[in-house]
C-alpha cells in the first residue's frame, strides 16, 4: 500500500463553522438526543416522579429477587390483619386513613395513612403491594412486547416478499382479537399461575402496533442507500438488520415502548377489576379498586389512594414517551419569545443559514 | 425609466438559533424592473433562497427581518396577513423548484389553476376554466383541452413545471420568482423551460427574479446577477460585466470552477499493459424490474454491451429514466440482470450466488449519489470506511484505525475525523468519506454514481480534482455515471450516452463532444448551457433554428 504516502492537506472548511454545526459539533447522536430530552421539562419531572414511585413502592414493602430479598420499612405488610381503628373516624365507620397533611394535633402519617380495608389489614401495604405489581407487569409487557414487536416488525420490513405477507397475517389476527378477551382467557386459566406469568402472556398480544411501525420504518430505511453501500461492502443481512437498520430505527421502538407501557399498566387494572388480572391473595392497584367498588360511597378512601397512583405511574410513563419522541425528531422547533424575538443581533457572527426553513 | 417592480432596501432576515441570532442575508439593496431579469447566484447556504421568501414574507417562525421591500411602490414587510394574502399571486408569483412537491397530488391541475384564479378574481367556474385553458395553451402543454384535467402525476416533470407556470401567471404577477426552477429537470427539458420563460417575460413583460446556481442557466436568463457569499452581496451589476469582468474575487472564483464543455486537454490514458482484459464487461444485457402484482415488469436497461479497461475512466450519460443508475449498481450486483452476460474482472456475475458476488464485491467500489443517504447516520465514518476491510476479515482493532486513518488522509481529511458522525460534516466532506469507503478494499474498479450532482460547483471542482489524482495513483478503473456533460467531460477517456435503457453511442470523449454522430447526443449537447452569455446567445438561436 504505498500509495498511503501523502500527506494530507487539510483545508479548513467555511461550512465547518456552519450554523447547524453549532450545536451537533462533536456530539454524536445519541448526545444530541439525550441534550433534547433533559431540556423537555415534563419529560425530566415524570422521570424523576417515576423514578421516586419505583424506589419508594420497593423499599416501603421490601422484595424478593432470586432469594436476595430486603425487608422493607413499613412496620405493616399486605396479608396480616390488624384490628380495625375507628377513633376519629366520620360516621364510626372503621378503618379510615390517618394521615393528615393538615398542620394540628393530629398531623402526621398516623397508625394507617392509607387506613385499613373491611378486615383490617393495613391499606398502605396493600396499595404498596399493589402497585409493586402492576409495575412489574409493565416492565415485562414492554420488554415482551418490545422485543416480539421489533424482532418480527424487523424481519418483514427487512426482507418483504412472502416473509412479509405472512408475518402481517398474523399480526393482522393478532389485531383483530380484543386483548381484554384475550387477558380475560389467560386470567381465568392461568391467573393462579402468578403476576409474572400474565404479564409474559399479555405482551404475547400486545406487540401488534410495534410491529407495524417497525415494518414501516425498516421499509423505508432499507432503501437508503447506506444499506446498499453496507451490502457493496460484504455485510450480512443479519448484520445489515442490527448493525445498520435497526440503531436508525430506535426513535420509533423507544417511544412506542414506552406509550405499550402506559397502555400496560391500564390494561392490567382493567383485567384486575373485571376479575380476569392478579387473583387473591395477591394484589395489583386494579384489583383492589374493583374489590372495593361498592365502598365508593361510605369509604372513599379505598378507592382513592390506588386510583391515584394508577393515573400518577401511567401519566409519568406517558410523558416519558411524549418527551422521548420530540428528543428523537429532529424537526422539532422551539417557539420564540418576546424577549428572545428582541434580542440584539451580532452581524459579526455571519451564518449560512439560507436552506434553514 | 419606469419604477422598479420590487425594490429591497437594507433588507436584512437574521434566524434563531440557540438564544443566538444569526444572520442569514445581510443589507440586502436591489430593485427589479419590469421586462428584467434579475439573477441571484450563490452556493447552498448563501441566503439566496431566505431573500426569496422573505419578499413572499413566507420566512420560518424564528426569523426576524428589517428593511424595506416595495412592491410597485407599496411597503410590504411587515404588512397585515390581509393585504399580503392579497398581493401574493396578484403582484408576485412563486415557482417552485421541486414541481411534483409544489403541485397538490390529490387535484386535477385545472383545479388547482382554477382554484387560483378565483380566489382573487370574481369569476364563475366556467369562465375560470376557459382562462386556465389559455394560460396552459400559453405554457406550451399539448393538448390543453384534455391536459387540464390531468393529475400532476399523469404529467412529466417538465409538464409539470410547465403547469406551475401557468398557476403562477394566473394573475398576471407583476414579479415572478423561480426559486432554482429547473434544478430538477433534464437538460433538454431545462433548455425548454427557459425558453418558455424567456418567451413569457418579452409577451407579458413581468420581472423576474431568477434564484439559481447553475451559471450556464444564468447566462442564459439574466440581465442582471447578484452574487451572494454567506448571506452578503458580493457583487452585482450586468450579466456581461459578471461574466467577462468579474470584480470580486469569490465571483472569479465561483465561475472558475465551473466545468465548462471541451475546456479540457484531452487525457492520454498510459499504454495499456500487453493483451488488456477489461475489468467490466456487459454483454448485451438486459435489466429488468420484475412484475409486481398488476403492475408488469419494467425493461430499464436493453442490449447493452459495453467494456472497461484497467485504469479507464469511461462516462455514462444520459437523462433521468434513461437507465444509467442501473446499468451501475447491476455492475456491482446489486440488482441481477436478466439476459445477457456481465463479467467483472474476468468473472461472470449473472448466475452468481450470493458467497460468489461477496467475492467479486472485493474487486469492486461504489460512490453513490447522495451523500446524506449513502452513510449510515448512527455509524461514526471510521467504522463506515473500516467496515468493508473488517467484513473482508482484512485487518481488526488497531490495524484496521490505522488503515482507516490512512485512507482519510488520502482523501484529504484529517485523521481526527474517524470519530464524527455523518451530519457533522459538510456534503463535500461526505462525499470523500464515501471515496474511502469505496478505495478501503483497493478495487479494480470504482462505479461512481452521480457523486457530484448534490455538490456546490467550487466543491464539485475540489472533488473531480480528488477524484482524478486518486486514478492516476491507484490507476483503478471507473464507471462515472453523470447526467452533466461537462463534468464528464473533465473525466472521462471514453464517454458513453444512453437513452431509454438502450446505449445510443460510443466513443471516445473528442468523439462525442466534438463530432456527436447520434441525433440524441446532439440534442444532449446543444442543449447544456454554456455559462457565457453571449455564446450562449449563440446557443440558443442555433438549438432553435434547428428545431
Redesign the interface.
Known sequence: ?N??K??????P????S??F?????????SQIVRGRFIRHRGAMISVFVLLSIIIFVFSALGFKILGLGYGGWWKYNSIDMTPLRSEGCPGGLGGCPTLDLLPGKNFGLGDHPFGQDDIGRDYFALVMRGAQRSLLVMFVIGIVAGLIGTVIGAVSGYFRGWVDAVLMRFNDFIITIPTIIIGSVIGFHFGNKGVLFLAVFLGLFTWSGLARLVRGEFLTLRE???V????????SNR?IIFK?IL??AVGVIIVSITLIMSGAILLESALSYLGFGVVSPDVSLGLLISQYQDSFTTRPWLFWYPGLFIIVISLCVNFIGDGLRDAFDPRQ?R??SRK??S?????T????????? | MSTPVLKVTQFTV???????????A?NMNFEVKAGQTLAIV?E???????VA?GVMS???????TSGSIEVKGVEVLGAPAQLLQKYRGNEVAYIFQEPMTALNPVYTIGFQIIETLRNHFDMGPKEARLRAIELITLVEIPDPEKSIDKYPHQLSGGQRQRAMIAQALACDPALLIADEPTTALDVTVQAEILDLMRGLRTKLNSAILLITHDMGVVADMADEILVMQ???MVEHGSADQIFNTPQDPYTQELLGSVPKLGSTPMRVIAPAAVEPTPVLKLDSVTIEYPKRGRIPAFVAVKDFSLEIFPGEIVGLVGESGSGKTTVG?AA?G?LPIKEGKLEVVGRDISGASQKEL?QI??N???V???PA????????IGE?IG??LL??NIAKGKELDQ?VE?????V????SYRN??P??L?G??RQRV?IA?AL?L?PDILIADEPTSALDVSVQARFLDLLQELQE??KFACLFISHDLAVVDILSHRIAVMQDGLLVETGTRDEILKSPKHPYTQRLLSAVPVPNPAEQKIRREARLASK
Open positions: 500500500m500509495f498511503f501523502r500527506t494530507p492537506k487539510v483545508v472548511r467555511v461550512a465547518d456552519d450554523i454545526n453549532k450545536e451537533t459539533e462533536g456530539l454524536s447522536q437508503r442507500e447506506f446498499d453501500a453496507a451490502r457493496v461492502a460484504g455485510a448484520r445498520h440503531p436508525n422547533r417557539r420564540l428572545e424575538r434580542k440584539n443581533h451580532d452581524l457572527t455571519v451564518a449560512k443559514a439560507g436552506e434553514i426553513n | 437574521e434566524f434563531w438559533v440557540d438564544g443566538v441570532w444569526y444572520p442569514a445581510i450563490g447552498s447556504g448563501s441566503g439566496k433562497s431566505t421568501m413566507l420566512l420560518a417562525s424564528n426569523a426576524r454567506s448571506g452578503r449498481r456491482i446489486l461477496r464485491r472485493r469492486t467500489g461504489i453513490f449519489q447522495d443517504s449513502s452513510l449510515n447516520p448512527r455509524l461514526p463506515s467496515e468493508p467484513l473482508a488503515m490512512e485512507l482519510l488522509a488520502k484529504e481529511l484529517p485523521r464524527r458522525y451530519h457533522e459538510s463535500g466532506q464515501g469507503r478501503a483497493t495513483q491507484l
